[in-house]
C-alpha cells in the first residue's frame, strides 16, 4: 500500500506540473482574447466615428481593426453560442468515440514538444504500474493490460494491449517491447530487466529517469513560456494600439 501510495503521488506531481506548463498559456490566451473583445466592442466603435468626420482614406491595418470590430459588435453573441455549443457537443463526441480519442492523441503525440512529453509521461506511468503489478505477482501480460489502464494515451494503450496478445499468443518476443511508442530509456531498460532477471528494478531505474528528466524540462519549459508569453502580448497589444491610433499621427492632414 505505501508503494502504491508513493507511485500515485509521484505521478500527481508530474502530471500536475505537466498541465501548470499547459494552463498558463491556455490562461494568457484566453485573458489577451476577453481583453481584446472588450476593446473591439467598446472601444473601437468610438475611434470609427470620429475617424468617420474626416472622410479620408484609413490606413489598410485601421480598416481591418474596424471591420473586426462591426462583425464582432453585430454577431458576437452568436458567436460565442457557436462556440458554446460546439465545445460542448464536441466534449459529449469526444468521450464516446473511442476512433475520435485515438486520432486526438495522435495528433498530440506528433506535436514538437507536446509529443515528447506525452511519450515520457506515459513512460513513466508504465513503469510505475509495472513495477507495482510483478511485485505482486501477476503474469507478465496481464500486469501490462493493468498498467495501460494508468496511461492517458489512447494509441500507447492499444499499443500495449496488442503487445500482452502478442504474449499470450507466443507471437511476440517479450523481451523487446516491440511495436510500443516509448522513450529509448524504457524499451531499453525494459530488455537488460528481462535479460537480467530483474524486471522490476530496471523499471524503478527508468521512473527515477523519467521523473528527474521530465522534472528538468517542465521546469526549464515553464521559465521559458514566461517572457515567451509576456512578449508575444506586448507584440499583439501593440500592434493594436498602434492600428487603432495610426490615423491620429496624421489628423492635422486628415483635416
Do not use: K
Not at 491595418?61 to 457537443?89: C, D, E, K
Not at 522490476?200 to 526549464?220: C, F, I, K
Amino acid at each position: 500500500m505505501q508503494l502504491l501510495a508513493d507511485s500515485d503521488q509521484r505521478l500527481a506531481r508530474i502530471t500536475e506540473q505537466a498541465w501548470g506548463a499547459a494552463r498558463y498559456p491556455l490562461a494568457i490566451g484566453c485573458l489577451s482574447l476577453v481583453i481584446m473583445a472588450g476593446l473591439l466592442i467598446g472601444i473601437v466603435p468610438q475611434f470609427e466615428a470620429l475617424y468617420a468626420r474626416f472622410q479620408a482614406d484609413l490606413p489598410l491595418a485601421t480598416q481591418s481593426l474596424l471591420v473586426v470590430s462591426r462583425l464582432l459588435s453585430q454577431w458576437g453573441g452568436l458567436l460565442l453560442i457557436l462556440i458554446a455549443t460546439l465545445w460542448f457537443g464536441g466534449h459529449r463526441i469526444y468521450r464516446r468515440s473511442e476512433s475520435l480519442r485515438l486520432l486526438w492523441h495522435r495528433c498530440l503525440n506528433r506535436l514538437p514538444v507536446i509529443g515528447a512529453l506525452r511519450i515520457q509521461l506515459a513512460g513513466l506511468a508504465f513503469s510505475e504500474g509495472m513495477q507495482l503489478y510483478l511485485s505482486a505477482g501477476l503474469a507478465l501480460p496481464n500486469a501490462l493490460r493493468y498498467s495501460a489502464e494508468l496511461i492517458d494515451n489512447s494509441p500507447i494503450q492499444r499499443q500495449l494491449h496488442a503487445f500482452a496478445t502478442g504474449i499470450d499468443q507466443g507471437r511476440i518476443d517479450q523481451n523487446q517491447l516491440t511495436g510500443v511508442t516509448f522513450p529509448d530509456s524504457t524499451i531499453g531498460l525494459w530488455q537488460l530487466g528481462m535479460e537480467a532477471g530483474g524486471l522490476p528494478r530496471y523499471l524503478r531505474m527508468n521512473s527515477q529517469h523519467l521523473e528527474a528528466q521530465l522534472d528538468r524540462q517542465l521546469t526549464g519549459l515553464t521559465s521559458l513560456l514566461e517572457p515567451l508569453l509576456m512578449a508575444s502580448l506586448g507584440l499583439f497589444v501593440g500592434g493594436f494600439m498602434l492600428a487603432l491610433y495610426q490615423p491620429m499621427f496624421t489628423l492635422g492632414a486628415l483635416s
